[in-house]
């Protein structure tokens, strides 16, 4: 059925446009073709545009070919560097039962992994308790040495090293920044069975037993090296600069920190027997003693930055 327009005696189908109406209509066609163009060229500037007789899927997969230029003063998206992290080591000695300065001083440091030594469960009672809302990741080893984290650990455990004397590696390998990384708390043996400063001032030629100890953690160190960077914290009973332990760092490469702080005092001669070493993949930032918590020994406190891949540290 055809509907006649009102008043005339013509279909609206079959209405032709009155002459008012002809300039109208062009208008819109005009503005059409404008519309129509604009998208075409914003269409082909994206490379999303198809050929006469192209498949839309021949020029999807064309497109990712097509170069973009980037927007005047717009720089290209970087991935900004893994941030630098602080880690503490901390001979807590056997007999300090000033657990609430230990407590004080390890929240203190704002430290991301904490390595204790001498860490004794009846001594020290309530000490890991209280430190697990900051630290929840926790590995202790049979002779008292300790890994506090604030990552959370893909694995950890404890390895046993030494000849005569045994002692123990805790470590934990964890998701941190940048990466893998394992860390690990160590206690030496003293090089001599003397007391007191006649075992460290004697001590330059080395002790066979601190030897083995060097000789067996760094395998440990070059193991976990292939997979991640390591991070080595204890206490050393050696400074860096003797016979076993500078030929330890030259094996695994790994690093002290700008500066050696003094760490146990006898006879008011000072030793840096407490270290913070890291391996190939990050660098020391900074390195500084600790306050008094109630021990011989003073913890070290260091800045942690990690290298991007391929990095070395600055000098």
Known sequence: ????????????ASRRPRRADVPKLRLRGAGLAVALAVLSACAAANGQGTAPGEDVAA???????????????????TVPPPAPFTAMTFNIQAYNTAVDAIRDAVLASGAAVVALQEYRAGTHAGLLAQLSARYPHQVTCLRGV???????PRDQGCVEIGDTQARDIAWMRVDGPGGPWT?????????????????????????????????????FVLDREQDSTVVVMGDFNAEPGWPHFGAFLERTGLATGPDLPTTRVLA????????????????????????????????????IRPLPAGGTAQP
């Open 268 to 303: 008011g001669i000072g030793f840096a027997i407490d270290q913070v070493l890291v391996g190939p993949g990050a660098a020391l930032a900074s390195v500084r003693a600790g306050p008094d918590a109630g021990s011989d020994h003073l913890p070290v406190i260091a800045e």
């Open 146 to 152: 300790v890994v506090l984290a604030t990552f959370a």
């Open 59 to 77: 020029a999807t997969a064309s497109a990712t070919n097509v170069p973009v230029a980037p927007l005047p003063g717009v720089r290209p998206s």
């Open 183 to 219: 860390f690990a708390s160590v206690h030496f043996s003293r090089p001599s069975f003397t007391t007191g400063l006649g075992q460290l001032l004697g001590a330059e030629e080395g002790a066979p037993e601190q030897a083995a100890q060097f000789e067996q953690l760094g395998t």
């Open 1 to 12: 059925m055809v509907r006649l327009a009102a008043g005339t005696g013509d279909s609206v």
